[in-house]
C-alpha cells in the first residue's frame, strides 16, 4: 500500500515571501500521479497542482511550483510571493495509475499561516 | 454551473440515529467518492464508485453504505449512527478517461461535518 508523509504539520511565512512545502511517499509503483490540494477554512477543497511520474519536468501554475524527485519519493510545493488567501490547510495526495485503483492517498496536512 | 453538491452541511444528531448525506454532481462524472476526514485533518477513502451500480469499499473500513442509482447521485447511508462515527465527510468526483492527470483530477463538495451525540 501506498503512503504519504507530511513532516511539517504547521509552517508560518512572511506575506510576499517564499515557502515550501514538503511530501514524501512510498510505492512500489514506477507510474502515477501526485497532487497538492488546498483547503481554506471552512472552503472546498481544490487542486493547486498536478504531476506524472513519467514527467521529469517540473510542474508550475503561476506562483506554486513543485519539486519532483522521483528517485528519492519527494514532491515539495514551493509557493511563492505569498499571499494572505494562500494560507490554508495545503494536502498532499497521490493516486495510482493501475487501473480500478482509483482513490487518493492523502498525508496528514500541512497547515500554512501567512503573516501579514 | 458544474458543481458537487453536499448536504447538509452541519448535522447534529442523537446515537441510533439513520442519516444519510446527499452529494450531487452536475459535471457528468462518471467516478465519485466519499473521503472521511477526521478532526486531526487526515482523509481517508471509505467509499468509490465507477458508475450506476458499481460501489467499492475504500481504503478505511466504515459501517457507512452507498448507492449509485443515478450517474450524479451518490448518497451515504448511516443506518445507526454513533459517537465514533463524528466526522467531517467530503464528496468527490472524477472523469473517467483513459491516461493523462486531467482525467485524474478530484473536484470536492464542500463537506458534511456530522456530529453524532
Known amino acids: 500500500a501506498q503512503t504519504v508523509t507530511q513532516s511539517q504539520p504547521e509552517m508560518s511565512v512572511q506575506e510576499a515571501e517564499t515557502v515550501t512545502l514538503s511530501c514524501t511517499y512510498d510505492t512500489s509503483e514506477s507510474d502515477y500521479y501526485l497532487f497538492w490540494y488546498k483547503q481554506p477554512p471552512s472552503r472546498q477543497m481544490i487542486l493547486v497542482i498536478r504531476?506524472?511520474?513519467?514527467?521529469?519536468q517540473n510542474a508550475t501554475e503561476n506562483r506554486f511550483s513543485v519539486n519532483f524527485q522521483k528517485a528519492a519519493k519527494s514532491f515539495s510545493l514551493k509557493i511563492s510571493d505569498s499571499q494572505l488567501g494562500d494560507a490554508a490547510m495545503y494536502f498532499c495526495?497521490?493516486?495510482?495509475?493501475?487501473?480500478?485503483?482509483?482513490?487518493?492517498?492523502f498525508g496528514k496536512g500541512t497547515h500554512l499561516i501567512i503573516q501579514p | 454551473e458544474a458543481d458537487i453538491y453536499q448536504t447538509p452541511r452541519y448535522l447534529v444528531i442523537g446515537t441510533g440515529k439513520k442519516i444519510t448525506l446527499e452529494c450531487s454532481q452536475t459535471?457528468?462524472?462518471?467516478?465519485m467518492y466519499w473521503y472521511q476526514q477526521d478532526p486531526g485533518m487526515e482523509l481517508h477513502l471509505i467509499h468509490y464508485s465507477y458508475g450506476v451500480n458499481s460501489t467499492e469499499k475504500g481504503d478505511l473500513s466504515s459501517e457507512s453504505t452507498v448507492s449509485r442509482i443515478r450517474t450524479e447521485h451518490f448518497p451515504l447511508t448511516l443506518e445507526s449512527a454513533r459517537p465514533s462515527h463524528t466526522s467531517q465527510y467530503l464528496c468527490a468526483s472524477s472523469e473517467s478517461g483513459a491516461g493523462g492527470s486531467w482525467y485524474n483530477e478530484q473536484f470536492f463538495g464542500p463537506g458534511t461535518r456530522l456530529t453524532v451525540l
Open positions: 495526495a497521490y493516486r495510482s495509475a493501475r487501473g480500478g485503483a482509483d482513490g487518493l492517498t
Open positions: 459535471m457528468g462524472h462518471d467516478k
Open positions: 504531476q506524472e511520474a513519467y514527467k521529469q
